[in-house]
């Protein structure tokens, strides 16, 4: 059994950020979870309620094992007060940096006050953990959309190889990653986990929050449009509790020092998703993969802004991604998960209707 | 007999109920759109079933004011008028 260790995490609200909380509690760890309050919601409620949605937990387990903190990633230090900033440098021997902000049309500056100045906070204050007390390794969770419009094949060592950007969500992780690599250079050991778009868990398709190709399927499945742009690329897909795992065999088993990975635990051309979500959620609508067959000139305003919303699937129109380095430390720590295909598919539209997110269309 | 307004009022309310997964009952005409849930994605799927339903085209500026049910009802009102 691997040794029990205490974890700083960031973002235990999110979509990803809450499984993990789930799984590293499961696997006997100590947590430090780091929550805003937001709203009306204090941060105590919103980890509990976030982590109550994966199931019900252990309440000897919780008060012993999660200490919910209140910060704010945009902070120095982020908020968090002296006397807890001392408890953390005694106690904290991983960060699992969580926190992002992922939507895709929001401005530059409010991408990188949370992607890049939060990151460059959470970094200052481990590296405070690392000098001052036992911190061993930060896991910054980045993304495969940093590559933007890159058309080669983007290995994991890989960062800066040119490429323009279709987001500013692109944008800011790609330079929140530059600053990863700053910090490197400072001594802090970082691993950086490249993910694709992160999607229910392979049970029952069950996840936290609709966002990236769920956006685009609710899109879809409203029969608004008559003509959707399906571009010639790869989806990769991110079940949240299979990139938990290999995140967590990652950090555990490897020894490598300041390593990035590529987790493509499922990945399909995008014209099979549009095909598959066509036949089982009940669309009609007509597949473009030329960019210059569309019409677009031709619709409303708002069938624009509705068009433009599902160009998702224009920004992952990027070259191929290799993972032989992740692929090789995974097999050499074991790691297993079962081959993913159309089942897979299928759980997630299911979840998706039956949570009414999206609805069956009348062309089935 | 109803009037027109009313008949085009209710229907409006049927599609943002549809669309947004409420109940007809909740869409009051002064409710906002945030208050049922309806994010910027379902705020413009409304505006283009509107469009589609009654073939007509809501003008550019128009389309980030509808944020409430009564103004999804004026626009729809005001295009007809100039049909």
Not at chain 1, 63 to 70: D, N, R, V
Not at chain 1, 286 to 300: C, H, P, V
Request: aromatic share 10%.
């Amino acid at each position: 059994m691997a040794k029990r260790q205490t974890i700083f995490l960031t973002g235990a609200t999110g979509i990803l950020g809450s499984y993990l909380l789930r799984f590293l509690l499961n696997e006997g760890h100590k947590v430090y979870a780091l929550a805003r309050d937001k709203e009306e919601q204090k941060a105590e409620n919103r980890v509990k309620n976030a982590l109550a949605f994966w199931g019900k937990s252990n309440p000897k387990d919780i008060a012993q094992k999660l200490i919910i903190i209140k910060g704010d990633i945009t902070q120095r230090y982020l908020g968090i007060p002296l006397k807890i900033q001392e408890l953390l440098i005694k106690e904290v021997e991983a960060v699992f940096h969580c926190a992002a902000l992922t939507k895709f049309n929001i401005s530059l500056d409010e991408s990188r006050e949370v992607n890049v100045n939060g990151t460059k906070n959470v970094l200052e204050t481990a590296l405070l953990f690392k000098t001052k007390g036992n911190l061993k390794k930060i896991n910054h969770i980045s993304t495969l959309f940093i590559r933007g419009n890159y058309k080669g094949v983007f290995a994991e060592n890989d960062l800066d190889v040119g490429q323009e950007f279709n987001t500013s969500y692109e944008k800011s992780k790609f330079e929140a990653e530059k600053m990863v690599n700053d910090y490197r250079k400072m001594g802090l050991d970082i691993n950086v986990f490249r993910l694709g778009a992160v999607t229910g868990e392979t049970e029952k398709g069950k996840i936290a929050k609709f966002e990236n190709v769920y956006q685009v399927l609710n899109i879809w499945s409203s029969d608004l449009l008559e003509f959707y742009y399906i571009p010639d690329g790869e989806l990769i897909m991110a079940p949240v509790d299979v990139v938990v795992k290999m995140m967590y065999f990652l950090w555990m088993y490897s020894k490598e020092v300041n390593t990035n990975h590529h987790l493509i635990p499922y990945s399909l051309t995008i014209a099979k998703f549009f095909a598959c979500a066509k036949d089982h959620i009940g669309f009609k609508q007509q597949m473009i993969a030329n960019k210059d067959d569309l019409r677009i000139e031709k619709l409303s305003y708002a069938q624009k802004v509705l068009f433009r919303k599902t160009y998702f699937f224009s920004s992952i129109a990027s070259g191929k991604v290799s993972h032989a380095l992740t692929d090789k430390v995974l097999g050499l720590s074991h790691f297993k998960m079962n081959p993913l295909d159309e089942v897979y598919l299928l759980k997630v539209f299911n979840y998706a209707l039956k949570m009414n997110f999206i609805k069956k269309g009348k062309y089935l | 007999m109803a009037d027109v307004a009313e008949i085009l009022g209710q229907e409006i309310r049927e599609m943002i109920a549809e669309i947004s997964g409420r109940e007809v009952e909740e869409i009051k005409p002064e409710v906002n759109f945030e208050e049922l849930g309806v994010d910027s994605i379902k705020a413009i799927e409304i505006t283009v079933a509107i469009e589609k339903k009654y073939k007509i085209r809501v003008k550019d500026e128009q389309v980030a004011q509808i944020t409430t049910v009564a103004k999804a009802i004026e626009v729809v009102k005001e295009a007809l008028e100039k049909k």
